[in-house]
């Protein structure tokens, strides 16, 4: 029989309809409500981690100038010597964020808000596409589906964090690829913009990839054997194939064949795809049960087919199977839900392909629309069973008591994500043998000025990983600025012969020597440090300043000029500069320096 229109693709039996139920313009208002009023507290919140070199330190989002490096380099192409990300070619995060900075400048509340609406927006679509998967079903099934991906608790990384906007629009443009080319018929206009909404999505990330195996997933779900189909294929993935190779000719051009630079290379392969196991253990967790939530989750790679989370990896793993036998034949709208939970997780479960986090919650954001499909799906089916008992309502309360429940979870969350410190103090509390949270806990603190409170857990990082060069020389700062430098001093001498070529140690150093008032030692660290490490602005500038204590004023000019080269803005390095130039009579040049320090304000770094 010929299909001249969408079906439902789920066969089921006629039930008696509710007297009542909401208008679909309703539901849809519901379920953008839900979202932004979840994530509105998030515009108090203030950047943190990424956010302070993807938005506050980078040229690229502060001029239209600026879009040929941005389509032709990687991510943080305006970093110099920034390998971790040579693989990532993601140019429309940058337009966004330019657009943003446009309009709003350096305000954190608008960068808040662009994720916050895309978020609601990618929540309606979510409702769209269950509606018309789960078409002809409960009506509250599409429902569940648009609220629960609304107010799923592990999407708060994703949303309260401007860094992962790319994850968000990603998603949401993919989204909105789904909805347009899963119609039917397919207007060949309807075709072309969708393909060019895939482009969107791989301009903002790279998991976006997977999206065509998505709309795959559903044309075998909704399969036809009608011949005239196969025009309406040919709009619907011909395109698809001319955006394939315009974005690899883009990524190309700016990347070339670089591959992700791991934490986990020395990991051997056959170890590191058994390991895709406990990965997706732990992401089933963070789907079905999201408790513990962090910007850090430890992981270990295993190395024993005993491990329990690779044993907990394979009973995911086989029931995903066991599921999607029984759903494809029973119920294709769960095995359309199944499928797209998985797709899109496949890449973050490649263990040689992860940072040091190899768990992070932003990664399952596109996952969980088929999960939500998935969970609204298995809502359906128990809710059609019970309508015909005695306790019809209880489906629809056990919903609404989850939902409340998520939406309360995520509200807690979003206030984690208020800024840096408590961040990292939620990921300490959490991970309390794990030395990172702790180290960027320290790391933080000491940038609000809070030395003293620094101290604890910087040397509770150093006291978990003593090998750790970033951790000591950090931990040495904060003892340094807490007035403890004779402490620092025996820290770093202690530290420096394991690693003679870190030249934060020099640079700490440095500032220890100084404090102590060894000025000629100090000069020689930090100019020892410079050496190592030439694109550090502190180090010069350290130097520079020794050197004027010291009297050496025409000395001092050229590394303060060499730190004013790499901190242009930095009204401590235009104000040395000031004090050098005083001292050699060249008032002018001096003036000069103090009126760009007073434009770039007196209370920056």
């Not at 509390?429 to 620094?454: F, I, K, M, S, V």
């Amino acid at each position: 029989m010929v299909r001249a229109t969408w079906e439902p693709l789920v066969m089921t039996p006629a039930t008696t309809e509710p007297s009542w139920r909401p208008s679909p313009r309703l539901q849809a208002l519901g379920v953008v409500l839900a979202a932004l009023v979840v994530y509105a507290p998030a515009l108090a919140n203030g950047f943190v981690y990424d956010d302070f070199a993807l938005v506050e330190a980078s040229p690229w989002i502060r001029s239209s100038a600026w879009l040929g490096e941005v389509f032709t380099q990687q991510l943080f192409g305006f970093v110099p010597a920034a390998s971790a990300s040579a693989a990532f070619y993601r140019p429309l995060i940058h337009v966004l964020l330019m657009g943003v900075h446009a309009v709003a400048g350096m305000s954190p509340v608008a960068y808040h808000l662009v994720p916050v609406v895309l978020h609601a927006l990618a929540s309606l679509g979510v409702w769209a596409l269950a509606r018309r998967l789960l078409h002809g079903q409960s009506p509250g099934a599409a429902l569940v589906a648009g609220l629960l991906f609304a107010v799923h608790p592990v999407h708060v990384e994703a949303v309260a964090w401007v860094s992962a906007l790319m994850d968000v629009s990603a998603t949401t443009a993919g989204l909105a690829m789904l909805w347009l080319l899963t119609a039917r018929p397919l207007a060949p206009a309807r075709a072309v913009v969708g393909a060019l909404m895939w482009l969107v999505a791989l301009l903002f990330k790279e998991v976006a990839v997977m999206l065509p195996g998505m709309l795959l997933v559903w044309e075998v779900a909704a399969g036809t054997s009608d011949a005239g189909r196969w025009r309406e294929r040919a709009w619907r993935y011909g395109p698809l194939v001319l955006v394939a190779g315009a974005y690899a000719a883009l990524r190309l051009n700016a990347v070339g064949w670089a591959t992700v630079n791991s934490g986990w290379a020395s990991v051997p392969v056959g170890w590191a795809l058994l390991n895709a196991l406990p990965l997706l253990a732990h992401y089933a967790r963070l789907l079905a049960l999201p408790g513990g939530l962090s910007v850090f989750h430890p992981f270990e790679p295993t190395t024993s087919l005993l491990d329990g989370e690779l044993l907990a990896g394979l009973g995911v793993a086989m029931a995903i199977v066991t599921g999607g036998v029984l759903a494809h034949r029973r119920t294709r709208g769960a095995w359309v839900g199944l499928c797209w939970t998985l797709l899109p997780l496949l890449p973050a479960l490649h263990l040689r392909a992860l940072g040091e986090s190899a768990v992070s919650e932003r990664y399952a954001y596109l996952p969980s629309v088929g999960f939500c499909l998935l969970v609204a799906a298995g809502w359906n089916a128990w809710a059609r069973r019970e309508a015909a008992s005695s306790r019809p309502w209880v489906p629809a309360l056990v919903a609404g008591a989850v939902l409340l429940a998520a939406t309360a979870r995520s509200g807690v969350q979003v206030g984690v994500w208020q800024n840096e410190v408590s961040l990292w103090a939620n990921a300490a509390e959490l991970h309390p043998d794990t030395p990172t949270p702790h180290y960027q806990l320290g790391a933080a603190l000491l940038r609000e000025n809070e030395a003293q409170e620094a101290l604890g857990p910087l040397e509770h990082a150093v006291v978990l990983r003593p090998t750790d060069a970033l951790a000591v020389s950090t931990f040495a700062r904060a003892l340094t600025r807490s007035g403890q430098p004779a402490r620092a001093r025996e820290l770093l001498e202690a530290a420096l012969p394991s690693k003679p070529e870190h030249a934060g140690f020099h640079l700490e150093l440095g500032e220890a020597l100084r404090a102590l008032g060894e000025d000629e030692a100090a000069a020689r660290a930090f100019r020892q440090a410079a050496t190592l490490a030439p694109g550090t602005a502190a180090a010069w500038r350290g130097l520079g300043e020794t050197l004027l204590r010291l009297g050496r004023a025409k000395e001092a000019v050229e590394p303060l000029e060499k730190a004013r080269a790499l901190s242009p803005d930095s009204p401590a390095v235009l104000q040395a500069l000031a004090r050098a130039h005083h001292a050699l009579g060249d008032e002018a040049r001096a003036l000069e320096h103090e009126t760009a320090a007073a434009r770039a304000g007196a209370s920056k770094p």
